[in-house]
């Protein structure tokens, strides 16, 4: 896609070369001037020239970005492997020559880039996700056999993307330049784009074969950019991308450059008016890419506004009457610190995007991700042939998923970028994984299809237990499902017994250690499960009476961590703290909100190591390691793990900055050799904990004191302490940590610790003491961004991209608020992106290819009949109106068997409110609490129950008696 998607989502700068640029001195003077100018191609032919004939640094550097920014993958990896041997080079500088290696097909290469640039910057998660996508580039280009892609009709030598349902066919955006020609965009040397609409040749004719496209008719397009559209339903509404740009009049950031806005227009016959901008619209920032939610009350798009997680990243809003609410981040499932863009939302509610920081094969990959409560799944990659090497984005599909289109850049296409279209299997297998002991459905298992003994497709079940695959008819397959702690499992699946192009199948895992009779229908071997597996259909109802040889112990019973979050310097406890828990193995985490007592249960999975963390708010996270390896889980005197977590809080004074205490960082000072300023080996491990800390802490604004002895002038040692200040400051940076969160003061020999002042004699070790730097925090930002810690280079961060939760209905979420009240703070986080690379294109919604983008904290999912404020609710929960028709139940369990409830009566009667079943549309019956009339109440009887050791009980709202 070229330098399109810089376009679209990137900024138009207005920005005209000099009449005179040639009669200027210097090709590097002129090449620059090209360069910002967007005029990419010209510059590159002078910056070769220059870095030909002498080894300019500055003109390899810039020659490198004007490849990638021209989209051309193998003479960009040509000069960025020139750029990484020069002192010059930047740590930016190996991602990108990375990704030209990855792109070019040279994994093997690019994953020791990778993994120097997650040395190098181990807070930017990019590196290692890199990694990962390298070392599943074979499973992520084997062909699932399940999409079929062809070009459509419609493309020229332009570029063509941004396809969007409308009428009979599609409307796309193009460079074409039917309407406005004469008009040339500097870094293309092409017309801007403009709306085009094309339909089918029949209407229910194939995809691919469309009519002649014809200009979008209305106010729409301009002499600027127009770029993707999304409708309301009955399409007599049009959101769409543009240019700052409407009656006539530009408008521009403080840095004279023209934003990217969503409008609105209405319809009228035939053309479309009425033209109106968004209320989150902004001149300092862009917004693009809208899609619009089937029922028309949530809106997608991408922006790159302040408090993102990375470049660009994807936001939703909701409506509010005839408004619409502040935006909320996705988070960082879907978020990275790259850029995630052209989101697409079905009306199934998934979630269909593209990014170029996912774990995929090329520079942007389409992912696909689905909501669970108020969560999103690991982000998919959809693999090839959706897929490719170069950039794909712009992915819709229609609403029975049997076809639709996407944009492309690949090799073999009509021009620049190409819209193709695609037809998808509509078979499926539904299936859902159970404990063969308890039959309740088990989350965390990976399931994996095979066909002829090649791995085909992979997922991971939730919390409902389920997984989904499209499938073709008359192929053998074969499942595999794994989960730690539990024996695997396979089954062997024909697909000629699809009924209605559906086939359903139950997959029972049992419990390691715990003979079962999965596979022996007469139950003679196992404990009772019997042909719970022996039909492809799951239709064994596991009533083998065999018995196992084994006592009635449940070994699929879990541990359960206990504890109390206290402050550290008063010993009281700490409400309202979040406390995860990580699986060091299937990296899930568990998160849970203290309750008014300090207090926290979670029930974890025995013989395994776990990092647990605990944090909230104005405190320092703290984090502690356990194991139940070797511990007896089904023994009431051992299967409690006690575990006192301790925060210090952090005292925020200005005028009086403190000290960042020793407890909360285990830090010595860092101390400098005489009259110098560089960073020695013993200081650089105490600075890793600094980086370390305030990647724990993102709400965190250092001040790092830098001090002198007493030799040399007073005026000599204030500009050498400033120098040192710096020195840290710079390294603190290089790690990934944003330069805003963190100032270098030089305060020279001001501050002796010591009586080694001007004209007293002393030992080297005492002036020694005094040349040091100290930590001192001076600010705090509330609703930072916690950065998602899987791709930390410290293995004990590893935390899987599919976030469970346990607490509340709530999941990890970025966002930790103090309380459960609402207030009036805005419902954006001010924290700031920790990955810039200080380009305008990298902070621009630029893009290797498209552009668009946004970033920003995770909230909770807004409610349409709530009293909101404006603000997230704390640990992500979704608070609902508290008036007449809203309340809420306490989910305790799910079953595919008609559960006993007479032992949930006996374990819980005592609560006062009533237990019942309720059964979804999928047969699952579902053991609920309640009602109770307001979400306090619920909270604190939740609480009450997880202490009961029904840990994974969370709460659901509903709505006029409707389960929300």
Known sequence: MKKWYYLLIVALMIAVVPNNLHAQKGKLKKANKLYE??????????YKEIADKKNTPEAIIKLAECYRLMNMPPEAEAWYAKVIELPEAEDIHYLRYGMALKINDKCDEARDVFLEYANRVPADTRGMRQVEACDRETYFKRDPGVYVLKITDVNSKASDFGPAFYEDGILFASARGEKFEERVYNWTNAPYLDLYTADKEKKDGKPWELKRPKLFKGKANTWLHEGTVTFSKDEEIMFFTRNNYIRGKKGKDKDNTIRLKIYTAKRNGDKWGDIEELPFNSDEYSVGHPTLSFDGDELYFVSDMPGGYGNEDIYVSYRQGEGWSEPENLGPVINTEGREMFPFIHEDGTLYFSSDAQPGLGGLDIFESRKVGNDWTAAENLRVPINSYFDDFGFIINEDKSEGYLASNRYGGEGDDDIYSFTRSKYTLEGFVVDCNTEALLEGVTVK???????????????DGKFSMP???????????SRPNYEGFELELLSEELSEGELEVKVPLCPEDLVSGIGDPDGENGDGSGDGSNATDGSGDGSGNGSSGLSDTDLSKKCQLKGTVFNRDSRQPVSGATVRVTNSVTKFTKTVITD?????????????????????????TETENFSTKGRDCSSPLTKDIPLDLFLTKIDVDPLNPSLVPS????????????DKDDIRSDAAVELDKVVKMMFENPGIILELGSHTDSRASDSYNMKLSQRRAQSAVDYIVSKGIASDRISGVGYGESQLINGCANGVPCSKSKHQENRRTEFKVVGYNNNAIYSLPRYFGDDSYYIEENTTTYSSGSTYTPVISDTYTKDSSSGSSSSNSYNSDG??????????????????????????????SGS???SG????????????????????????????????GDLGYSISTETSSSGVSKVVLGPISDKFTAEDILQRIKAREYSDAFIVEYIDGVRK
């Not at 066909?451 to 991971?460: P, R, T």
């Not at 007592?597 to 708010?617: P, Q, T």
Request: aromatic share 16%; charged share 25%; glycine share 6%.
């Open 449 to 463: 299809l095979y066909e002829d003994g090649e791995l085909k497709q992979e997922s991971v079940t939730y919390d």
């Open 877 to 908: 929960s979704s608070f609902g109106t508290f008036g007449s028709g809203n309340e809420f139940k306490i989910q305790l369990g799910a079953f595919r068997k008609d559960p006993n409830l007479s032992k949930f009566e006996m374990a819980l």
């Open 872 to 874: 997230a609710a704390s």
């Open 663 to 674: 407890e909360v960082l285990n830090l010595n000072h860092i101390y400098y050799d005489l």
């Open 596 to 620: 008014s007592n300090g207090n926290y249960f979670i029930d974890v999975d025995r013989e395994m190591d776990f990092l647990v963390m605990a944090s909230k708010e104005q405190y320092f």
């Open 37 to 46: 100018a967007f005029s990419y191609p010209e510059a590159a032919e002078l």
């Open 839 to 868: 380009t305008f294109f990298d902070s621009d919604f630029s893009s290797s290819s498209t552009g668009s983008s946004t970033s920003g904290t995770t909230f909770s999912t807004f409610d349409a009949n709530a009293d909101y």
């Open 471 to 481: 499938i073709l008819t008359d192929v053998d397959y074969r499942i595999e499902a």
